[in-house]
C-alpha cells in the first residue's frame, strides 16, 4: 500500500534513522505506526509475518539490537537510533546462515509460516547462550509457535545449528 | 449472566411503586445512568448508560421497553443499547416484584445481562462483577431514596 | 492500524506529571506498551496522545539503599531477570521476572507499566505484596507512597491519580532468614491463579504474608489464612498450610469464566499455597 506522501502542517511526523540488516535507513513516521506495518508495506520486507497480533505467537518477531521484539505491537519509531534484523537479512551475500541451513537439512519448518520469527529468535538465543540445554532452549521459545511440526524438529534444527556454530567459533 | 437481587425497603408498597414510574429520580438511583426521558409514558424510556472499569469506559444510550405490568406488583422490562465507539451491544432483561411484609416493601429482581462485542475481550468475570456491583448499588440507591424521603 | 495520536516526549518526571495533569483521560502515561498498544488495537481505548516515559532517567536500575531494594518502574522484566543484584537479594522476584509472558514481551515490557495497567491475569503484584513492598508515586512536586497492599484497588485500576507517575518500587530487602516463594498455574496465554508466599524461619515461622493473584479482579494479601500459619512450628505450618490454602481460595474472590470455575480456581489456590511454602522452606 503506499504510502500517502501529503503532508498536513499539524501531522506529527518522527524521523527514523536506523540500520536495516546491515544498512542504513532513514524514514519518516507517524507516531501510530506499527513497527510490522512499516517493514512489510513500506519498506517490501515481507518475511514478518501478522499472525496472532497480540504478541503471543512470535510470527511476526524482528530482531531490535539483537533482541526478539514482537513487531505487531511495537511501534515503528521507536527503532530510531537502533538496528533492526529481519529474516532477509539473515543469509550473507547469498550463504544461508547457519540455522537456516539446520531448519532446512533437519525439517523444522512445513508451511513456513512461523519460521522467519522461529529462525529470528533462535539466532537471538544462540546469541544470548551458544550452548542452551534443551530446557534453556524451550523457555527462550516458549513464544514462539508452530501449528506444524509438534516443535520436536525445530528444536533439533537449532541444537544442530548451535553445534555447528560452536565449532565454527 | 443472572442476577438476582432483593431489598427491604422500609416504605409502603404503593409509594415504591410510584417512585419506579417516576422515571427521573429511579433511573437517578442506576450508577452511571443519565438523561432519563420519557419517550410513551408506561411503555417506553431512554436513557443512556455510562459505565467505566479502570480506563475502560462505555457510552451506551439505551432504550427500555416495559412489557407486562403488574398494579403493585410486577413489571417485566427489557433494554437494550450500543456504544458503536467500542463497538459493544447490551442486553437486559429484567422482572421486578414488590411484596409487602409487614411495614416493609421487598423489592426483588431478576436480571439477564448480556454484553456483546469487543467489551467482552475484558472478561467474563469482570463484566459479571461490574453488572453486579451496578446492580448492588442501585437496589441500594432506590432504598436510600425511598427511606430517606420519609 | 492503530487511531492517530500525538507523541509527547517530557523529559522529566514533573514534565510527564504535568502533561498528565493537562490533557486528563485523553493522555495516557505509554512505557514497553505490551498492554497498551494491545487495548488500543482491539479499540476499547483511544488517547489523542501517549506520554512516552522511557527518555525520563534514573528509572531504570536496580539499587540498595539502607536495607531496601529500589527498582525502578521502566526496569524490563528482561533487565530484572538478568540483575545480579535482584538474584542475590531477591531470588523469588528473579524468577517470577524469567516467567513473565514471553521473551519478547519481557524484552520491553517495563514492572511498573505491569503494574500500573494492573490486569487482573498478571504476576508481579501478587508477589510484591507478599514481599511487603511500596510503591512510589511522583507528581510535579509531590511524592507519596503507596504500600502494595492499597495500590491494587480493582481490575485495572489502581490507588494512582490521574497525574501520578509511578517512579520506584520499593522492596525491604529481606533478612537472612527470610524465605519466599511465588507460583502460578495456567494455560491459556496469562496465568490463571498466581500465589506468594513470604515468611521468616526462626524454628518456627513468624511474620508471614500470604497473596493471592490472577483468580481475582486484583491480587490481594489474605490475612484470614496468614493467621493460620503464624507463629506456629515449621511442622504444625505445614499441617494447617491445607486449611490455609482453602481459606485464601475462598478469599480469592474468583470468578469462574474461561480461565476456570471459581471452585476449581480456589482449589487451586490451596495447591500453590502448599507447594509455594514448601518451596520455600527448602
Known sequence: MAKAMTKHSDTQWIPVSFTLNGRLQEIEVEPHELLLDVVRDQLGLTGAKRSCDVEVCGACTLLVDGRPVSACTTLAFEVRGRSVLTIEGLAQDGKLHPLQEAFIEHGGFQCGFCTPGMILAAKALLDENPNPSEAELKHFMHGNICRCTGYKKIIESIMAAAKKMRAKA | MQFQKEVEILAPREKVWQFIWDVDRFIACVPGCKDAKTIEAGKRYAATMVEKVGPFKVEFPTTIEVLEREELTRIKAQASGADNKIGSRMKLDLDVHLREEGDKTILGFVAGVDILGKLAALGHGIIKRKADQVLDEFAQAVKTKLEGDG | ?282
Open chain 3, 1 to 282: 492500524m492503530l487511531r492517530r495520536f500525538r507523541l509527547e516526549e517530557p523529559e522529566s518526571v514533573a514534565e510527564a506529571a504535568e502533561l498528565l495533569g493537562r490533557f486528563g483521560e485523553s493522555a495516557k502515561v505509554y512505557a514497553g506498551g505490551t498492554e497498551l498498544l494491545l487495548a488500543m488495537k482491539e479499540g476499547l481505548v483511544q488517547y489523542e496522545r501517549l506520554i512516552n516515559v522511557k527518555k525520563l532517567t534514573g528509572l531504570s536500575d536496580v539499587t540498595t539503599a539502607d536495607g531496601t531494594l529500589v527498582i525502578g518502574a521502566l526496569c524490563t522484566h528482561h533487565q530484572l531477570e538478568n540483575s545480579p543484584v535482584l538474584r542475590d537479594k531477591l531470588p523469588a522476584l528473579t524468577k517470577l521476572e524469567q516467567n513473565v509472558a514471553n521473551v519478547r514481551v519481557r524484552q520491553v515490557g517495563t514492572i511498573g507499566g505491569n503494574i500500573c495497567f494492573a490486569e487482573p491475569h498478571a504476576d508481579p503484584g501478587t508477589l510484591l505484596i507478599a514481599l511487603g513492598a511500596k510503591m512510589i508515586a511522583e507528581q510535579s512536586s509531590s511524592k507519596r507512597e503507596i504500600t502494595a497492599e492499597d495500590f491494587f484497588v480493582d481490575a485495572y485500576e489502581t490507588a494512582l491519580q490521574a497525574d501520578e507517575v509511578l517512579t520506584k518500587i520499593q522492596v525491604p530487602i529481606p533478612a537472612p532468614n527470610a524465605r519466599s516463594a511465588y507460583l502460578k498455574f495456567g494455560y491459556l496465554e496469562r496465568p490463571s491463579v498466581g500465589v506468594a508466599v513470604a515468611f521468616n524461619l526462626n524454628g518456627g515461622v513468624s511474620g508471614v504474608r500470604i497473596a493471592v493473584g490472577c483468580a481475582g479482579p486484583a491480587p490481594r494479601r489474605v490475612a484470614e489464612a496468614e493467621a493460620l500459619l503464624e507463629g506456629k512450628s515449621k511442622d504444625e505450618a505445614l499441617r494447617h498450610v491445607a486449611e490455609a490454602g482453602a481459606s485464601a481460595g475462598r478469599a480469592a474472590q474468583a470468578i469462574s469464566d474461561l480461565h476456570g470455575s471459581q471452585e476449581y480456581k480456589e482449589h487451586i489456590v490451596g495447591v500453590l499455597l502448599k507447594r509455594a511454602f514448601q518451596s520455600a522452606l527448602s
